[in-house]
């Protein structure tokens, strides 16, 4: 739920993305991408259908700046390239196309989505600082398939209205399977995980309600613990995503690790961290973001969100909590 700055380093990473993608597979046994293209292209003309096969043939023509288009420069290139086909007749099925798949599942199909997901956008999440879902922080962003851990991926914006987007870098989203058939079965609401704005990377925080901290300490009944997902910027943004992901209903489940982080503010006051430091700073040989985060238990670092589930909401409870 934290966004990521579009800067230098980051289209550098998507940079090493799109020249590397697929560099790994065997020409001779798999289909590329511009030869996938070019084979649906000419089926597509073969079948006189010649406005289909002119939005295929400009991926092929522009496909080395697709994969490295940014967010606000989306729509703008559909209008500029792709405006030669309406949104409904991406989702027809015409002569030329896959079996019983529409243009826009062809056009996916050819682009070799099924493998970028499942081979190839993982190690660049990774140099993002990317393993949690993006837009629920709850979950790891992979799934299991033939019994091998797979990274999911959702797209900001629609292969449905968009397919020439479908293995842009700056499109593809981590997130865990929950979020992404959610996500899939609409194009209502749209969390962009990109933004040029470093002033507008936070939009979410957890903040635990002060009177159930105090149900807890009588009961010690973890269920007790109350927390909400709150806006920094927008009032109503967090009921919002918490309504469209479920994010209530998910986090009800997670009041252990909030129990932990109350735990933790109680017994690591100022004092015993002090003596903590004292005792392992001789021969602790992190740094002291690591150290902290050995004695926290989690990331403390606000750029660290997306690493690991929860820690958007162990960050926020050990903020109310004065633990930091």
């Excluded at 800067?7 to 020249?19: C, F, G, H, L, P």
């Excluded at 010649?50 to 092929?60: G, L, S």
């Excluded at 993982?122 to 393993?131: A, C, H, N, T």
């Excluded at 943004?237 to 997670?254: N, R, V």
Aim: glycine share 2%.
């Amino acid at each position: 739920m934290r966004k990521i700055e579009i800067n230098d380093e980051v289209r550098q990473i998507a940079k090493d993305y799109a020249t590397n993608l697929f560099k790994n597979k065997d020409e001779k046994k798999f289909n590329f991408p511009l030869k996938g293209l070019k084979k649906l292209s000419d089926k597509l003309k073969a079948a006189n259908q010649d406005e289909y096969a002119k939005y295929v043939d400009n991926i092929v023509s522009n496909y080395d700046s697709i994969l490295l288009l940014e967010p606000n420069q989306f729509e703008d290139y559909k209008k500029k390239h792709f405006k030669n086909l309406k949104d409904n007749q991406l989702t027809d099925k015409v002569e030329g196309c896959l079996p019983k798949k529409s243009f826009y599942e062809s056009v996916v199909a050819a682009m070799r989505y099924d493998e970028v997901q499942k081979s190839q956008i993982r190690q660049f999440m990774k140099k993002l600082g990317i393993k949690a879902c993006v837009y629920c922080n709850a979950s790891y962003a992979v799934d299991t398939k033939d019994k091998k851990a797979t990274f999911q991926v959702d797209h900001f914006y629609p292969k449905s209205k968009y397919p020439f987007l479908c293995i842009s870098f700056f499109n593809l989203q981590p997130a865990c399977m929950h979020c992404n058939q959610i996500k899939s079965k609409s194009t209502k609401y749209e969390f962009g995980l990109y933004t040029l704005d470093k002033t507008k990377l936070d939009p979410f925080y957890f903040s635990i309600d002060d009177k159930s901290i105090i149900k807890y300490m009588l009961t010690n009944n973890s269920d007790e613990l109350k927390f909400k997902l709150k806006s920094t910027y927008n009032s109503i943004a967090a009921d919002k995503h918490s309504d469209f992901f479920h994010i209530d209903g998910l986090y009800a489940q997670f009041t252990d690790a909030a129990e932990e982080v109350v735990w933790k503010s109680k017994i690591y006051n100022s004092a015993y961290r002090e003596q903590m430091l004292a005792a392992f700073k001789s021969n602790f040989s992190y740094n002291m973001a690591d150290f902290k985060r050995f004695y926290l238990g989690f990331y403390p670092d606000k750029k660290d969100v997306n690493k690991r589930p929860l820690t958007l909401l162990m960050q926020g409870i050990a903020k109310d909590m004065g633990l930091e």
